[in-house]
Antibody
């Protein structure tokens, strides 16, 4: 059973860079496509990116200029960085497996990031 | 981008009711729609993929139908644990997009 766990700072200052990590257990990072998705408090879901460990990354164009994803196969982890954050980036950030024809399952429990000075 | 419009945004229902949620895509997405359930404070959970395929472990009272632009998620015999928010998602093309959600509340 694959499990995902997000981690990272819960508070980031405006204009700084948000960095999150997703730790995978129960599967090798090389076995699947991975994804990041976010959800502002009380709002809907926004897909950020999906990628394979060896490349083939697909970003949401609305965030592409500020987003980078990376993989650490030695730690079975992958990461998200989002630069120049504003209050609009305040959200619960989820990592998930991008399965089949682009659905998401399973998901991590999520980590809340607040952008505030 | 493909817009996914869900309706209603919320509904009230009783245990045992049959509930139908609709999702309309801004263009044809054939059968590339998926449905998720989200409970408060939890991550979304996949219910239905490819419009009508039931994810393993999901009760059979959940069903999905549709193709092209119009899709439905039906919950027959609503159970107490089904009170949650439901989202559709199109997987036809990137950027992958979600509907705004339908909150199913207890009447």
């Amino acid at each position: 059973q694959v499990q995902l766990q997000e981690s990272g700072p819960g508070l980031v200052k405006p204009s700084e860079t948000l960095s999150l990590t997703c730790t995978v257990s129960g599967a090798s990072i090389s076995s699947y496509y991975w994804s990041w998705i976010r959800q502002p408090p009380g709002k809907g879901l926004e897909w950020i990116a999906y990628f394979y460990y060896s490349g083939n990354t697909n970003y949401n164009p609305s965030l592409k200029s500020r987003v980078t994803v990376s993989v650490d196969t030695s730690k079975n982890q992958f990461s998200l960085t989002l630069s120049s954050v504003t209050a609009a980036d305040t959200a619960m950030y989820y990592c998930a497996i991008r399965a089949g024809s682009n659905w998401f399952d399973p998901w991590g429990q999520g980590t809340l990031v607040i952008v505030s000075s | 981008d493909i817009q996914m419009t869900q309706s209603p945004s919320s509904l009230s229902a009783s245990v045992g009711d049959r509930v139908t949620i609709t999702c309309r895509a801004s263009q044809s997405i054939t059968s590339y729609v998926n449905w998720y359930q989200q409970k408060p404070g939890k991550a979304p959970n996949l219910l239905i993929y490819a419009a009508s395929s039931l994810q393993s472990g999901v009760p059979s009272r959940f069903s999905g139908r549709g193709s092209g632009t119009d899709f439905t998620l039906t919950i027959s015999n609503l159970q107490p644990e089904d009170f949650a928010t439901y989202f559709c998602q199109q997987s036809y093309s990137t950027p992958l997009t979600f509907g705004g959600g339908t909150k199913v509340e207890i009447k």
